[in-house]
């Protein structure tokens, strides 16, 4: 069959992985530069900085194997355990997202703007052509993926309308001079109001400089969304020197993720729609017998992994 995959993001690398695995032609589309989604990692000047994903854990031998995999690659390694491993990826978060996705068919810089069903086909309209594919799958955020089907989204489980999304921002500060973040390089307990997490990329393992990755809770992204960049750096600032002191700023730089978080889940790695050959897959998708309840990076693969297994039937 030919499939396409709407998002190279982890879900949509996973599943492309296993369906060409099964013998079938696969094309991703994304719209960034780059695959990985929140698999991202920023270069600033001679270091670099994960702004998305911080780290995994493991839970489900699904993913348990690939990663006895990866370290055996090099690709990724664990940070700390505490009481469980924490992994990060050798060079950075995205890093592990290029490696998973080398060799794939991946059309980048390629925005989608409508999906459609025509003659017995499913059309991928994007900012350059128009692509029609046997089966689809859509791994993007819901709101995105109700509006991209259009009148397809009709055919959805209404019930996931009910879903929605928590936006994140991420301060990446670069200090003068060596700071120390905890004992690991993260704190995230007993910070100030706003603060989720704290991460030092250098006593992380992945930048030769001292970058500092700050994220904020969901209830500060919401309330300051709207507000100038500047000013919203402005007081991250503020609140990362109750942790860093008075150490130097030398730069700083903002990243607003809208979804970055779903405030509810869904209890199955997948879903489809009703008439039509139109998978969706993400980490908003979790198994029913999910142990953490909560959206994160194997969530997002295993999600990937039973979607491309689902459309292989």
Known sequence: MKIGIVGAGLSGIIAARELIERGHAVEL????RSVGGRLATRRIGEGKADHGAV??????EDLKQDVQAWMANGWVTVWYADPYPRYVATGGMNHLAKHLAEGLPVHLNEQVEAIKAENGMISVHTNKTIRHYEKLLVTTPLPQTFELLGQLSQDMNQSLRTLSYAP?????FEFMDPIKVGTEGIIDQHLERGLLKVINNRQKGISTTNLVSVYMDEAWSESWYARSSEETLQEIERLLKTVTGEAKIASKQLKR???AQAREVWRAPYDRLKQHPVF????????PDDPSGRTRFESAYISGLRAAEAMDT
């Open 29 to 32: 589309i994304e719209k960034s």
């Open 168 to 172: 994140t921002f991420v301060g990446l």
């Open 257 to 259: 993720w809208r979804y």
């Open 280 to 287: 969706l897959a993400g980490d908003v998708f979790l198994e």
């Open 55 to 60: 780290y995994f854990t493991v839970r489900g």
